[in-house]
Nanobody
Framework: QVQLVESGGGLVQAGGSLRLSCAAS????????MAWFRQAPGKEREFVAR????????DYTDSVKGRFTISRDNSKKMVYLQMNSLKPEDTAVYYC?????????????????WGQGIQVTVSS
């Protein structure tokens, strides 16, 4: 069992940066693919980024490529999302997710464990 707790959200002006963190409990963190999703009001939850077990590969949705970076530290059981050049359309609740399957990595259905979510608001 893995429990996930996000932190680092808040209010930022357009063009600014935020770093989200996700702390995981449990002994098998390194066995999980980790991802970030987000959900804006009135919209479905959407994939943002994914990182493989040993950080050998990262994947991003097109709208955040070049602006967001996902990373993980297995020794600390942490996953991060560095968000730069933020836009108002990045405003959403961001969720950390963990799963044992590698694909389809953008589908929320393959992730077994979820954090409670954290609000990110980007003002124009």
């Amino acid at each position: 069992q893995v429990q996930l707790v996000e932190s680092g959200g808040g209010l930022v002006q357009a063009g600014g940066s935020l770093r989200l963190s996700c702390a995981a409990s449990g002994r098998t963190f390194s066995n999980y693919y980790m991802a970030w999703f987000r959900q804006a009001p009135g919209k479905e939850r959407e994939f943002v980024a994914r990182i493989t077990l040993s950080s050998t590969r990262t994947d991003y949705t097109d709208s955040v490529k070049g602006r967001f970076t996902i990373s993980r530290d297995n020794s600390k059981k942490m996953v991060y999302l560095q968000m730069n050049s933020l836009k108002p359309e990045d405003t959403a609740v961001y969720y950390c997710a963990a799963g044992v399957y590698s694909s389809p990595y953008s589908s929320p259905q393959i992730y077994q464990h979820w954090g409670q979510g954290i609000q990110v608001t980007v003002s124009s």
